[in-house]
T-cell receptor
Framework: DAGITQSPRYKITETGRQVTLMCHQTWSHSYMFWYRQDLGHGLRLIYYSAAADITDKGEVPDGYVVSRSKTENFPLTLESATRSQTSVYFC????????????FGPGTRLTVL | AQSVAQPEDQVNVAEGNPLTVKCTYSVSGNPYLFWYVQYPNRGLQFLLKYITGDNLVKGSYGFEAEFNKSQTSFHLKKPSALVSDSALYFCAVRDIEDGNNRKLIWGLGTSLAVNP
């Protein structure tokens, strides 16, 4: 089915472990984004990508790594998970027109014990 | 600095009554403005956007929003609220004169509760 998907939907891990969250979109949108959503903070941008092999930091990039070797995929890796990274993570993609509407995936709820 | 404010953390309205969710913004140039809705345990869904033209924008599920440049506001409205409208609503803005930067600036969200 067309759209934007995230996996896993739920993940529990331990402090210090590496975790990768996957994001896949079928629209061939150039732009992709990773956000985290925490109570009281709304949505905060972690990283974004303008195209394959082009990524840039957002508001809260520390502790996260991204890559984008293919247009449709934008994985987010927590190199050494910390409890403060417990959050709900959303991936989004954006049209290449100037309308800039972002379309969101269903989210991944990550718990770091 | 660019910013978005949603001055109300929560809005309560009775079913059938009109609803308004407020949003004000600050950008140095001209804005693109967006409203999104988030239902529990779901991702954000696009509702409507203002790019240019008519200040009254109509969107999904009977929602509309009015762009007011002088007041730098983009309030979300619906003439008759439904219980199913209960959700978290986010306002977002992009400064279209900010180069090719596609990042949106987000408000903190307003929780709408529609009471039967």
């Amino acid at each position: 089915d067309a759209g934007i998907t995230q996996s896993p939907r739920y993940k529990i891990t331990e402090t210090g472990r590496q975790v990768t969250l996957m994001c896949h979109q079928t629209w061939s949108h150039s732009y992709m984004f990773w956000y985290r959503q925490d109570l009281g903070h709304g949505l905060r941008l972690i990283y974004y990508s303008a195209a394959a092999d082009i990524t840039d930091k957002g508001e809260v990039p520390d502790g996260y790594v991204v890559s984008r070797s293919k247009t449709e995929n934008f994985p987010l890796t927590l190199e050494s998970a910390t409890r403060s990274q417990t959050s709900v993570y959303f991936c989004a993609s954006s049209e290449t027109t100037r309308a800039d509407t972002q379309y969101f995936g269903p989210g991944t709820r990550l718990t770091v014990l | 600095a660019q910013s978005v404010a949603q001055p109300e953390d929560q809005v309560n309205v009775a079913e059938g009554n009109p609803l308004t969710v407020k949003c004000t913004y600050s950008v140095s140039g001209n804005p693109y403005l967006f409203w999104y809705v988030q239902y529990p345990n779901r991702g954000l869904q696009f509702l409507l956007k203002y790019i240019t033209g008519d200040n009254l924008v109509k969107g999904s599920y009977g929602f509309e929003a009015e762009f007011n440049k002088s007041q730098t506001s983009f309030h979300l409205k619906k003439p008759s609220a439904l219980v199913s409208d209960s959700a978290l609503y986010f306002c977002a803005v992009r400064d279209i004169e900010d180069g090719n930067n596609r990042k949106l600036i987000w408000g903190l969200g307003t929780s709408l509760a529609v009471n039967p």
